[in-house]
């Protein structure tokens, strides 16, 4: 093994926005995931009827799916760098991390749908 030199927080940082920032910009689904959050959180704010704790749900679920999204990508990259070539196993753990953020996505959307749809039934009343 040999030694690396010490990294810096402020490098081990710029590589994290690095590796944000190839992400958004390889990924189709990872825009349109940074997509849906922005109109989730506007939509939040024009209903103007969210409390700290339900903004904190909400957070929570776009940034469980952004990570989420974020490992899947990183995952596909890996699996370019190991082989260019039709390999099951690779397949399969790409469908696997795949099926991981459809079924995070799937579970934010349910609870976001709770939490708008209680925000939309009370909205106007007082």
């Not at 910009?25 to 997509?35: E, P």
């Not at 099951?88 to 976001?112: C, E, F, M, Q």
């Not at 749908?113 to 009370?122: D, Q, R, T, V, Y």
């Amino acid at each position: 093994m040999t030694d690396r030199p010490k990294r810096s927080w402020f490098a081990k940082f710029a590589d994290a926005f690095l590796g944000m920032r190839l992400a958004f910009l390889g990924q189709s689904s990872f825009r349109v995931h940074f997509v849906a959050a922005g109109l989730v959180v506007l939509f939040g704010l024009l209903l103007n009827s969210f409390d700290i704790v339900r903004w904190c749900i909400l957070i929570l679920c776009i940034g469980i799916v952004i990570g989420g999204e974020t490992l899947n990508t990183s995952i596909e990259a890996l699996a370019k760098a190991v082989t260019a070539e039709h390999n099951l196993h690779v397949k399969h753990s790409l469908d696997i991390a795949s099926g991981a953020v459809l079924v995070l996505s799937v579970t934010a959307a349910v609870v976001g749908l709770i939490l708008f749809g209680e925000a939309i039934m009370n909205y106007g009343r007082f």
